[in-house]
């Protein structure tokens, strides 16, 4: 088969998307993959295990890929992004019987049973904790020959970065080097920067006119926000709110970024509005590592569930972000906030995500 005019190629053309070099090459790959799933028939002690490791710098279409092969597939599939796997496993972990001392393998042969393409969006590792747990899971989905893609943005080999921490993610890294065709994207564009802004929606600077414009535009955008209640639960825990609706919530920086978040709290969000605004982003804060963490992390989620985001800060959030001294993943920070204001994310539809314990 030529490159370029698999059956994956020829969904994006379908869709007028023109795919560049890197991205073809990706198309044949993960083509040829799918076409060597086994049977569930078949002895998949013969079987290969098969995966795919699509990584490259933020925008260059591994998300649009993966997708692609979600909605084509021709076996039954399941795609998940990294945070919301992290969730179901922990909160899966904490419910399951006190005798279940093989959590993890059990879990995975459910999902082998219920699918033959796995597909685990925005990879990554910064703890070692779950460098040891995505190494027993995903043996467990390969062994049981299911096709697992993988999208990242970081090389296998730089995975869990921190040199003393980063011999915990070499079984993994190995796993991933034996069993996964590893597949560059190195496109020179960042796709996400095609379109100009259809509004501004990153205000500055901070104080009452910025406010007032912030809470004009979440009325336009059909979100509109009441005063009050003074707070929220999330997880148990009150976080203060400036200002609440049926589709839209208001925090301020220091609220939702720099107290005892997590990505737990982020996802819940995501689930409960279609809309947020952050309000008051100083550099100061900014410049604090928990809390620059904690705002890639709310960004990452909202992106990723298609939902709006509108800021208020003291300077433009581009130069802020980039003044921010040895900041990781800001790239693609910046990437996804620079499509958010798109008109096509405006009008996407929320990607489907699921359950990891369905």
């Not at 922990?90 to 219920?114: C, I, N, P, S």
Request: charged share 25%; glycine share 8%; aromatic share 6%.
């Amino acid at each position: 088969m030529r490159a370029g005019n698999t059956l994956l190629a020829g969904h994006f053309s379908q869709r007028n998307v023109v795919l560049d070099a890197g991205q073809r090459r990706a198309c044949d790959v993960l083509d040829g993959l799918q076409a060597r799933i086994p049977s569930r028939l078949a002895p998949l002690r013969r079987a290969p295990a098969l995966g795919a490791y699509l990584w490259g710098e933020p925008g260059r279409g591994k998300t649009m890929l993966m997708d692609g092969l979600f909605s084509t597939a021709a076996h039954p599939a399941r795609r998940i992004h990294y945070h919301q796997f992290l969730r179901d496993l922990h909160r899966g972990r904490a419910q399951a019987e006190k005798g279940q001392a093989d959590y993890l393998g059990t879990l995975a042969r459910k999902v082998a049973q219920q699918c033959r393409i796995f597909c685990l969006d925005e990879f990554h590792l910064h703890d070692v904790a779950d460098a040891i747990l995505m190494e027993r899971f995903l043996a467990v989905l390969l062994n049981e020959r299911v096709l697992v893609i993988l999208t990242s943005n970081y090389a296998p080999e730089q995975l869990l970065p921190d040199p003393l921490l980063h011999r915990h993610a070499l079984p993994l890294i190995a796993l991933i080097g034996k069993h996964m065709s590893i597949v560059r994207l190195d496109g020179e564009r960042d796709y996400r920067y095609r379109e100009p802004p259809c509004r501004q929606h990153y205000l500055h600077p901070c104080g009452e006119a910025t406010d007032q414009a912030l809470q004009n535009l979440a009325h336009t955008l059909g979100m509109p926000l009441r005063r009050g209640p003074d707070s929220i639960s999330l997880h148990g825990r009150s976080i203060p709110v400036r200002g609440l609706g049926e589709d839209g919530v208001w925090f301020d920086f220091q609220s939702i970024c720099l107290g005892p978040r997590s990505h737990l709290d982020y996802l819940e969000i995501s689930e409960r509005w279609s809309g947020v605004i952050v309000s008051d982003m100083l550099q100061s804060q900014l410049n604090k590592a928990d809390g620059l963490r904690r705002f890639i992390w709310l960004v990452d989620i909202l992106y990723d569930r298609r939902r709006r985001l509108l800021l208020g800060g003291e300077r433009p959030v581009e130069q802020m972000l980039r003044d921010v001294p040895c900041a990781v993943d800001m790239e693609r920070t910046l990437s996804r906030l620079a499509e958010m204001q798109s008109a096509s994310f405006a009008v996407a539809t929320p990607l489907e995500m699921s359950p990891l314990c369905p």
